[in-house]
């Protein structure tokens, strides 16, 4: 139970002086690990640390998590890798299980992926929109004992060769905090990448996208379905409690789109019939996107997970999947490098497993995108006569339904004997080396 706790107001400074740092309440000065950001990446290093009992701050900018749904599936091997967390089943018995995933054209299938013979007890596509994902992320976390502090931003990070420093705006007022590492969890705009001097390569997609959440009929509710039409793509995929998800690629749309919009697209993009009718938009937006990957993925004492790392089209539903992976394996290895003498050359490890995963991740969002977008009718038929023929080759289709799985990227995510078999912390943590929403504390 949370309860209210006041803290004395800070004078303001005087003009030419820095504003005095003081500890709020509840918020440590020294912590092993500080993660910065609280999406679902950021919740699944908590969950790891808290359960290793490696001592951690976790903070997001935010007061309260998004209530939007954003990254709509989980793949195969990502349920296999939060079985460590303790949350793979909630999310199961929450999400829709598809075993088909379909890329059409308006006419019909082009190419038909088949999940359920896949070596994996998560032989399906897991429907399941991010709000409730991060609902059972923060769940846990809290179950373990761990806490969010809300509403606390890093706006400065300095490191030395024995620490982090790291400056906190808080609802409090301006507070310090010392780690051992930092790890940014924080987006696309990481300040822990530009903090530790790491690249972020790659480019912005032409066109922009639409997603939105709706309620309609659709007569293809048993399969994710990715359509090909010389005006674009446009992806529809089933969710709990009778919403569907829409993704298209657009070159003019409003910023929030409405049901007309929606209708718009599928009538010009989805099946022929046209027989299909959105009824309502629950929520919809419009975007830019880039695919960037981290030149690196530590630099010192800090390092960098999620979209921090790596963002990319959201063709084949990778991004939130990948950032999750990257957590399991990074708690796994922060873990071990808290109580070893050279953390260092365990930490190595995490740049060499992961980065050549995000990089296979972002060529495969990038080839579906470009099949997506080809112009022009000589292309657009070598397309579909492409996808057709691969359509009767049961080998190939295994071998991309892998690929989308992220099954095939197993390699990438399991640690080296050595380091596997090294100690790992294992010390309970107490409930206030993690602290709640701001200025509340755990009782």
């Not at 629950?282 to 800090?302: E, I, M, T």
């Amino acid at each position: 139970m949370l309860h209210p706790s006041s803290t004395p107001s800070t004078p303001p400074p005087i003009a030419g002086e820095h504003p005095q740092l003081h500890q709020p309440e509840c918020l440590p000065a020294a912590t092993e690990v500080l993660i910065v950001g609280a999406g679902p990446t950021g919740m699944a290093l908590a969950i790891a640390l808290q359960q290793a009992g490696v001592k951690h701050v976790i903070i997001d900018k935010l007061q309260q998590g998004l209530n939007t749904s954003r990254a709509g599936v989980i793949h195969a091997h990502t349920l296999e890798m939060l079985e460590s967390l303790g949350v793979s089943r909630q999310l199961v018995q929450l999400g829709i299980p598809l075993s088909n995933f379909c890329i059409r054209n308006r006419q019909g299938v082009l190419l038909k992926l088949q999940f359920n013979p896949l070596p994996t007890p998560y032989h399906y596509l897991l429907m399941l929109p991010q709000d409730l994902t991060e609902k059972v992320l923060s769940d846990r976390l809290t179950a373990l004992g761990g806490h969010i502090f809300r509403g606390v931003t890093a706006t400065a990070v300095t490191q030395d060769p024995a620490g982090v420093s790291v400056t906190l705006a808080t609802p409090s007022g301006p507070a310090s905090l010392r780690a051992q590492y930092v790890v940014g969890a924080d987006g696309m705009h990481s300040i822990v990448r530009a903090a530790a001097g790491i690249g972020f390569e790659g480019g912005t997609y032409e066109e922009s996208f639409v997603l939105a959440d709706v309620r309609m009929d659709w007569a293809l509710a048993n399969e994710v379905s990715l359509f090909f039409s010389p005006l674009g793509l446009v992806v529809v995929a089933p969710l709990p409690n009778g919403i569907f998800r829409v993704v298209a690629t657009v070159h003019q749309a409003p910023e929030q789109p409405g049901v007309d919009d929606i209708q718009a697209l599928l009538d010009s993009r989805g099946p022929a019939a046209g027989t299909d009718k959105v009824k309502e938009v629950l929520w919809s937006s419009r975007f830019r996107l880039h695919h960037r990957v981290a030149n690196d993925y530590r630099n010192g004492r800090l390092l960098v997970m999620g979209d921090a790392a790596h963002v990319h089209s959201p063709a084949g539903g990778q991004g939130m999947n990948t950032g999750l992976v990257d957590a399991v394996v990074l708690g796994q290895l922060l873990a071990r490098a808290v109580r070893a003498a050279d953390g260092s050359a365990i930490l190595d490890t995490y740049r060499k497993m992961r980065r050549p995963a995000a990089s296979r991740v972002l060529a495969l969002a990038g080839r579906l995108t470009t099949l997506a977008t080809l112009r022009g009718a000589a292309k657009l038929a070598l397309r579909n006569g492409l996808l057709s023929f691969i359509n009767r080759l049961p080998f190939v289709r295994r071998r991309i339904a892998m690929e989308l799985s992220g099954l095939s990227r197993r390699s990438f995510a399991q640690l080296p004997a050595a380091i596997a078999q090294s100690p790992a912390a294992v010390a309970p943590v107490p409930n206030h080396t993690v602290a709640a929403r701001l200025p509340d504390c755990p009782s």
